[in-house]
T-cell receptor, first 111, second 116 residues
Framework: QKEVEQDPGPLSVPEGAIVSLNCTYS??????FMWYRQYSRKGPELLMY????GNKEDGRFTAQVDKSSKYISLFIRDSQPSDSATYLC???????????FGTGTRLTIIP | GAVVSQHPSRVICKSGTSVKIECRSL??????MFWYRQFPKQSLMLMAT?????????EQGVEKDKFLINHASLTLSTLTVTSAHPEDSSFYIC????????????FGPGTRLLVL
């Protein structure tokens, strides 16, 4: 079993819809959680960074962490065609420099 | 802030030659830099971690003599692919982390290497 599981998709939703992206993990030591967006042939771009459980909102993006369920989510409101990309979750434990990534979910927003 | 650049963005070389890829943190001092490799439609695979002034730590299965990493300053790390072969063709991405930033890594735009 992988430490981090993420549905690879592809996921297609109409413009304006709310998108929900999720990752589950098995390592209870993970405390730092990140979401990256990666456009084709580009490096990943940091979208959200959260520490431990709770919610964090930034514009149209909301990140949720539920440590009791070992489950993290990224919500995108009012989705736009420019949101079409691969979304990677990443996480790590305190003092561990390495990130453990999910496989990425390919998202397409249909105009 | 937190901008990481890579150069070149694309490189094509002949089999047997060496290729150097530069990674720079433009607006911060990177205490740690990371080198990843990514195959099409796959996630990132960590190759090595480097700290300024010390030897890089390579992941299991990564040949340190083939992938030479130099972290000469707090803003520059280089990856040299020595005696490149077609199977080394891939997308190479660096990332950097600043002191006091927790565990967040900021990524460069990537370098696409094609070995003929």
């Amino acid at each position: 079993q992988k430490e981090v599981e993420q549905d690879p998709g592809p996921l297609s939703v109409p413009e304006g819809a709310i998108v929900s992206l999720n990752c589950t993990y098995s390592n209870s030591a993970f405390q730092y959680f990140m979401w990256y967006r990666q456009y084709s042939r580009k490096g990943p771009e940091l979208l959200m960074y959260t520490y431990s459980s709770g919610n964090k909102e930034d514009g149209r993006f909301t990140a949720q962490v539920d440590k009791s369920s070992k489950y993290i989510s990224l919500f995108i409101r009012d989705s736009q065609p420019s949101d079409s990309a691969t979304y990677l979750c990443a996480m790590t434990a305190r003092g561990n420099e390495k990130l453990t990534f999910g496989t990425g979910t390919r998202l397409t927003i249909i105009p | 802030g937190a901008v990481v650049s890579q150069h070149p963005s694309r490189v094509i070389c002949k089999s047997g030659t060496s290729v150097k890829i530069e990674c720079r943190s433009l607006d911060f001092q990177a205490t740690t830099m990371f080198w990843y490799r990514q195959f099409p439609k796959q996630s990132l695979m960590l190759m090595a971690t480097s700290n300024e002034g010390s030897k890089a730590t390579y992941e299991q299965g990564v040949e340190k003599d083939k992938f030479l990493i130099n972290h000469a300053s707090l803003t520059l790390s280089t990856l040299t692919v020595t005696s490149a072969h077609p199977e080394d063709s891939s997308f190479y991405i660096c990332s950097a982390k600043g002191q006091g930033w927790g565990e967040t890594q900021y990524f460069g735009p990537g370098t696409r290497l094609l070995v003929l």
